[in-house]
């Protein structure tokens, strides 16, 4: 049972925008925690 | 030399010096508030959320991910790097177990204490052995990792590529502790991460996934292939090696011990979410490999000779900053753990019990510039490729899962069933790495060790007072020689 090219491309795509999204998130969140005092 | 590197010698002594220079320099910026031997080891129990997910995920991303990832996916194909992904369930099983380390041991050092006090001696002891296997196999293969992905893009050496990385790493850890390797570690992750979206990204556009699928299936059919049988198996034993790994390591205990209370649950969720697709990100570049006509001299190098033949110069420049972030960032995080276990369960646990928080404190420093020997010794020859060498301690450290779950958990757990759980499993998940193959050492040793830790306590149970493990650091420290 192969992959298919659809399944692959999903598979990569929604991979990669998760961990695109990352970076994003843990910039909100460090700003949070800088605000609120939490950082250390 | 390599004569087939991408770059040139003098570019890679570059970024290392520039990179080395912001490392070290951060590392002691961000030290100079840590106040005492909490505050070094610990980074004062105060990480908050932001930087408590940075840093479970910069150390979850090391350059196993970034290196091994695509090695997987080369040799297993789909189920290589899917199986690599569900590492990340051990450290979405963590989050709950953060949270209990936490309430459980409000004043614990290390993941030693936890045995010590919930099993006796003669289990710590054994603990201690297997843990202390695992963290120089994981630093071992760092290393050797370092020196590899630098001999590979510029030529440079291996063993001044390799002892250029861990210097560095001992001297930030050395100069902050673990505040410095947390802070290090959120700028870490946010390079790596963006990293490997532009070499993905720039692979998808510039070699499409349409053509990537047709070359594999032309060349090597089998890696698109879900019913790989040894790569199925791979991806269970992947997954019980990840859970060995975190919930044993002093590395995650010691970040639940150091996180503000209340954020060791989310920081482990959220980081283990986040984790999930790195390996596929970072593997599916090896898919490219047939399409591009790749030569690939040597498994573990397939990551950045695709990047670099994707992308030219400024691709090999963007792996080399990637996994040079991905190294570091696991360096230091083993470093500080591995010091703080053989600080307080082998120094001061079993040889000076009455040592002062100063004496511990001078000690520190020494324990984590000894590691840093003792490692570039063991890395000098480069006996196995990376994926081999990590997959060893699999063995080991699978058989801790279910003494250390079930310690926290259930009450009638007894010592003897926990210790010859992690006896029992190791020997034989060791002997069916030899007589089957790598990935089947985690599986065989984590059922192996389920078995007797519940087969021992159906059959004696014992009861545990929990309030045990709620001591202050001068008796938990206090281990017999």
Known sequence: MTISPAALELLITASTLLVAVAPVILIILWFKDRKGGDLW | ?????????????????????????????????????????????????????????????????????????????????????????????????????????????????????????????????????????????????????????????????????????????????????????????????????????????????????????????????????????????????????????????????????????????????????????????????????INVPAADMVGPLVAAELLGVGGAVLVFIIVFSALASSLDSLLAATSDLVLTDIYKGHFFPKASEEQLAKAARWVILGIGVLTWLLCWPRLTTLAELLYLTGAFVASTIWPVAAGLYWQKTNPAGATLAMLLGTAIGLASYFLIGFYVAALISAAISMSMVLLTTWLAPRSFEWSLLNTQPAQVNGGQS
């Not at chain 2, 380390?101 to 045995?115: A, K, Q």
């Not at chain 2, 861990?166 to 700028?187: E, K, M, N, Q």
Request: hydrophobic share 55%; proline share 3%; charged share 10%.
């Open chain 2, 1 to 293: 030399m390599n004569n087939d590197a991408i770059l040139q010698a003098d570019t890679g002594w570059l970024i290392l010096a520039i990179f080395s220079v912001i490392w070290i320099f951060l590392g002691w910026y961000l030290g100079r508030k840590a106040k005492g031997l909490e505050g070094f080891m610990l980074a004062g129990r105060r990480v908050g959320l932001a930087l408590g997910t940075a840093t479970a995920m910069a150390t979850w991303v090391t350059s196993n991910t970034t290196m091994a990832a695509p090695q997987l996916a080369l040799q297993m194909g789909i189920w290589g790097m899917v199986g690599y992904s569900l590492g990340s369930i051990g450290l979405i099983l963590f989050a709950p177990l953060a949270k209990r380390i936490r309430e459980l041991m409000p004043h614990g050092f290390t993941s030693g204490d936890f045995i010590r006090l919930r099993y006796g001696n003669t289990a710590w002891r054994v603990f201690l052995g297997i843990s202390l296997f695992y963290a120089f196999g994981w630093l071992v293969s760092l290393g050797m990792a370092g020196g590899v992905l630098i001999n590979a893009l510029t030529g440079i050496d291996y063993h001044l590529g390799m002892t250029v990385i861990l210097a560095v790493c001992v001297s930030y850890t050395l100069l902050g502790g673990l505040r410095a390797v947390i802070g290090t570690d959120f700028l870490q992750t946010i390079l790596i991460l963006t990293g490997l979206v532009i070499l993905a990204i720039l692979a998808i556009t510039n070699v499409g996934v349409d053509t990537m699928h047709a070359a594999v299936l032309e060349e090597r059919p089998e890696l698109l292939n879900l019913l790989f049988p040894a790569a199925i198996m791979f991806l269970f034993n992947n997954l019980l090696f990840g859970i060995g790994e975190i919930f044993h390591s002093n590395v995650w205990w010691s970040r639940a011990f150091a996180f503000r209370k209340g954020v060791g649950f989310k920081a482990y969720l959220i980081a283990g979410l986040f984790w999930t697709p790195v390996p596929i990100v970072a593997g599916f570049l090896a898919l490219t490999v047939p399409a591009l006509n």
